[in-house]
């Protein structure tokens, strides 16, 4: 009994992960993506550069400056006194300022502004494609812990098995060739436990590798979520739809989309004439005077026009690239669907009739060898039917996970969990 005991323990220990014993809280998703979203590094690049856009708008606000000009004329280098070439100099100093018309400003504050929305959707879309390679490694590590534990319930189980075996083989029921074959089968249940281990440590570490946690040891960290599968219903249309509003690399096309047209009324405004108007004021040893400055450009040969055949073809463009875009999710939809509600039509029959038909099997071809009405053959291919049925289930689990993070990775928010 107590190597029995001493045997359970070490099972035990191996499971847990063989040297030391984690007694870390287990992360839920919002944990592991708020981390995530704390700590990775394109994240954060890619906030940095939605505020550098926010800086753009400021200097897209900025009026031109004035202009202080200064004058110092009408010297007498030769008069009939040349020690004094000043005496009848005149100042002239002026000020002057640039009006811009025809909305110049507000057109640049605009396209600025269209421009930091563009760089938010983009930071969104980085952030949607980020979070479909977490879940998918957070789901991987999911399938490697329900393995793990379906590896150690088959050991145990497997070794009740040689306990009994080996009382029969005390007691003449099987003979020793029987039981020695019987141990030998043990052999890949063990390996089944280390790969299993090997499998979840990997996972763990591609987890935190994404997190970016350069903290928290692999022995560490542990996650929890729900490892199975749900009948949701949902519409296909309504996917489409729900993908529409929530893309943000549609969102950024229609934002690319509005710029475009922005900056072609700013290329057909910059093609205008601005006046410069400002005082002038005179200063001379027998008079003071002011006056006005007027300075109109002629624009005979640059009117940006070059500006304005590009910013509307541009508009063009960007149309082209927003059509494909729709066309792209509406595909990335629906394949995703069909690919969630496959893998449930594969599911319902193993939930339903396959599992519990492997474990019958089992069970009863267990009873029947112990009792000597099955062969040793048949006890073993039982044994490894319902290994292979659970396992079959549990990797299905993991593809129909995985398919519901791609379907809400295509609607662009989640619709399924």
Do not use: C
């Amino acid at each position: 009994m107590l190597r029995r005991i001493w045997r359970a323990l070490g099972l035990q220990l191996l499971i847990l992960g063989g040297s030391s014993i984690s007694f870390a809280q287990a992360l839920s998703w919002e944990q592991v993506h708020e981390r995530f979203l704390a700590n990775n590094p394109n994240v954060l690049a890619s906030r940095i550069f939605v505020r550098e856009a926010q800086a753009l708008e400021i200097t897209a606000g900025l009026r031109p400056n004035p202009q202080l000009g200064v004058v110092l004329d009408q010297f007498h280098i030769f008069s009939p006194n040349p020690l004094q070439p000043f005496n009848n100099a005149q100042w002239t100093p002026t000020l002057t300022q640039l009006f811009e018309r025809r909305h110049k400003r507000e057109l640049r504050v605009d396209s600025a502004r269209l421009g930091t929305s563009a760089a938010g959707s983009d930071e969104l879309d980085l952030e949607r494609q980020l979070t479909f390679n977490l879940r998918t490694a957070f789901v991987q590590t999911l399938q490697a812990k329900s393995i793990l534990e379906l590896a150690g319930d088959n050991l145990n189980y497997y070794d009740e098995v040689i306990r009994v075996n080996g009382e029969r083989l005390k007691a003449g029921d099987i003979s020793q060739s029987d039981f020695d074959r019987i141990q030998l089968q043990r052999v890949q249940f063990e390996t089944d436990l280390i790969n299993a281990q090997v499998s979840l440590r990997t996972a763990k570490i591609v987890l935190l590798s994404i997190m970016n946690d350069r903290v928290t040891g692999v022995d560490a960290l542990d996650v929890a979520g729900d490892f199975n599968f749900k009948e949701t219903i949902v519409l296909q249309q309504e996917l489409r739809q729900a993908a529409l509003d929530a893309r943000p690399d549609l969102s950024t096309a229609t934002t690319a989309l509005r710029k475009a047209k922005v900056d072609n009324k700013l290329a057909w405004a910059n093609g205008s004439w601005d006046p410069t108007v400002g005082l002038e004021y005179q200063r001379t040893q027998l008079d003071n005077t002011a006056g006005v400055v007027l300075g109109l450009p002629i624009r005979i040969f640059d009117k940006n026009q070059g500006e304005k055949v590009r910013t509307q073809l541009d508009i063009q463009r960007v149309e082209k690239i927003r059509d494909a875009i729709v066309g792209n999710i509406f595909r990335d939809v629906d394949s995703a669907y069909e690919v969630v509600d496959s893998t449930r039509r594969l599911l319902r029959p193993y939930r339903d009739r396959y599992l519990p038909q492997s474990q019958k099997v089992r069970d009863t071809v267990s009873f029947a060898y112990k009792n000597g009405g099955a062969s040793l053959l048949d006890f073993l291919d039982a044994q490894k039917g319902y290994r292979d049925a659970q396992l079959a289930y549990r990797n299905l689990i993991a593809s129909y996970l995985n398919a519901v993070s791609q379907l809400n990775f295509a609607v662009g928010r989640e619709v399924m969990q």
